[in-house]
């Protein structure tokens, strides 16, 4: 079946490490998006992906990285340098400047 | 500024009476996209209906439908015959054009609960 596949679901961290987390979509989409969401608050965007290679800073970029070296995958990397990482995230993909987005399950991430 | 507002924290309805939750946006394009998702507790975000900013029509699908009013930037959700599976959040959603239809801006989110 197609979808959006999010690893890991749930992901532990120590302060001052940086983790990775998995996005993975066979829909064929161009677009993929990684969006933070927080108890209770709707979702905010971090990074955004129109192309392989291209990438463009959402509102809350500060303290995280993407890459996008194939169509499919859009991972996303929280660094050290982010202050409060503890959070519910979302990856999404879309077809190039139309429709809905389609998301993955989720990663939720906790800084011990 | 706030492009989507969603002024209900949190609703609730009888199981199989009707729900509307509000949702009003702040846009100065002419070509956007309004989207209402819902996202049970296992944390998903499932799409369940669109309507574009040129549409004449409401949105319907199945027992949802968008009650679009254009001049006082209002899209809300109607849900009709409620069911005990309806319970969970729901966001209201944008797409404006002079961003590219790159970005999609959310509201805050409603918490609808469905008595039996």
């Known amino acids: 079946d197609g979808g959006i596949t999010q690893s890991p679901k749930y992901l532990f961290r120590k302060e001052g490490q940086n983790v990775t987390l998995s996005c993975e979509q066979n829909?064929?989409?161009?677009?993929m998006y990684w969006y933070r969401q927080d108890p209770g608050q709707g979702l905010r965007l971090i990074y955004y992906?129109?192309?392989?290679?291209?990438?463009q800073k959402g509102d809350i970029a500060e303290g995280y990285s993407v890459s996008r070296e194939k169509k499919e995958s859009f991972p996303l990397t929280v660094t050290s340098a982010q202050k409060n990482p503890t959070a519910f995230y979302l990856c999404?993909?879309?077809?190039?400047?139309?429709?809905?987005?389609?998301f993955g399950e989720g990663s939720r991430l906790t800084v011990l | 500024a706030q492009k989507i507002t969603q002024t209900q924290p949190g609703m609730f309805v009888q199981e199989k009476e009707a729900v509307t939750l509000d949702c009003t946006y702040d846009?100065?394009?002419?070509?956007?996209?309004l989207f209402w998702y819902k996202q049970p507790s296992s944390g998903e975000m499932i799409f369940l209906i669109y309507?574009?900013?040129?549409?004449?029509q409401n949105a319907t699908e199945g027992r949802y439908s968008l009650n679009f009013q254009k001049a006082r930037k209002s899209a809300n959700l109607v849900i009709s015959a409620s069911q005990l599976g309806d319970s969970a959040m729901y966001f209201c959603?944008?797409?404006?054009?002079?961003?590219?239809?790159?970005?999609?801006?959310f509201g805050a989110g409603t918490r609808l609960t469905v008595k039996p």
């Open positions: 999404a993909s879309s077809i190039w400047a139309s429709g809905e987005l389609f």
């Open positions: 829909l064929n989409h161009d677009a």
């Open positions: 992906s129109q192309i392989v290679n291209d990438f």
């Open positions: 846009t100065s394009d002419q070509s956007y996209g």
């Open positions: 309507q574009g900013s040129y549409d004449e």
């Open positions: 959603a944008m797409r404006e054009a002079s961003l590219g239809e790159n970005d999609m801006r």
